[in-house]
């Protein structure tokens, strides 16, 4: 996975729209406080009671969270949902 960079200013904007996106697409995200011995990462999807969510660990810093996001989200049909380009860009892969 190619590690993409965001700049700091933008990395609230970019958290808070991904964390939008994900409740539009029906997915609870939770900041959890992962023991890293039990975790080989920041976090990631996955079902609970068939529905999804996505848990990140609530001390990854916000270029992890954002990548956490980013996976998580590109897995999933975004033709019929808005998506501010920025966002779109950055799930593309496009943003550097």
Do not use: W
Request: one cysteine or more; a negative charge.
């Amino acid at each position: 996975m190619t590690r993409q960079k965001v700049p700091p200013l933008k990395e609230v904007f970019i958290l808070t729209q991904l964390e939008e996106l994900a409740e539009k697409l029906g997915i609870a995200v939770r900041y959890e406080n992962v023991i890293v011995e039990e975790s080989s990462g920041t976090g990631g999807l996955c079902r609970i009671k068939g529905k999804y969510v996505l848990i990140i660990h609530s001390h990854a810093t916000s270029q992890e969270k954002i990548q956490v996001m980013t996976a998580a989200l590109k897995m999933f049909d975004l033709g019929d949902i808005y998506v501010k380009p920025v966002i779109r860009e950055l799930l593309e892969g496009s943003v550097e």
